[in-house]
């Protein structure tokens, strides 16, 4: 089994996340649009910096996602409320041929998202190393732990290989492990209740 990156495991937290940027500035409403994206759609960081304006589908609740890994092109389905953090940044963002932009319309560097994605995850969870693509890890291990289709999941992801979806299960290793050890205390309670039921039954006999 491959070496397993630290996500986020729960809704609460990628919520936290895309919503720590200040919206008071430009760039803390871009930022909140940029972490939603990543996670909300499981976009690759590189996908991400490539969207047009013209590939949020709004009506369709979907974002077209175009040059990604392997040239395809795939729709991202993605919840109504996304488009919330989107709506906010297209109403103030400069003219640019990106969705994401720096306030010059200059097409953003992977280096920024690496470092912005991993300076807001610290104040989630300071104690995980997050990075964008821990975000992909993250939401859809979500996914599958909601019981969404493993096929539609690897659609959403872009991959070609189902077998390359299956990794994101290694993540339900330490819930197996937690779903088959947990009632171990509350068995042996109930043993003990059930010795002490037998005792006092034998007594009054």
């Not at 390359?164 to 339900?172: A, G, K, Q, V």
């Not at 050890?181 to 034998?202: A, H, M």
Request: net charge positive.
């Amino acid at each position: 089994m491959q070496k397993v990156i630290e996500i986020f495991r729960t809704r609460e937290e990628l919520d936290k996340l895309v919503n720590l940027p200040n919206p008071r500035y430009k760039s803390g409403i871009r930022n909140r649009g940029i972490l939603a994206v990543l996670s909300y759609g499981g976009l690759r960081t590189g996908e991400l910096l490539n969207l047009k304006v013209s590939d949020i589908k709004k009506k369709d609740c979907a974002v077209k996602v175009d040059n990604a890994k392997g040239n395809t092109s795939r729709l991202v389905y993605v919840p109504s409320y996304l488009f919330h953090y989107i709506d906010e940044w297209k109403e103030i963002r400069p003219k640019s041929k990106y969705l994401f932009c720096s306030r010059y319309g200059k097409k953003l560097l992977n280096g920024y998202i690496q470092k912005m994605v991993k300076r807001y995850a610290k104040k989630v969870d300071p104690n995980k190393d997050i990075h964008p693509h821990c975000l992909r890890h993250s939401i859809t291990t979500i996914w599958l732990k909601e019981g969404r289709n493993i096929r539609g999941i690897q659609k959403q992801l872009g991959h070609k290989n189902l077998n390359t979806t299956m990794i994101y299960l290694d993540y339900f290793d330490d819930e197996r492990k937690k779903d088959f050890t947990k009632d171990k205390s509350d068995v042996l309670d109930k043993i003990e209740l059930l010795e002490k039921e037998l005792i006092d039954l034998k007594v009054s006999l």
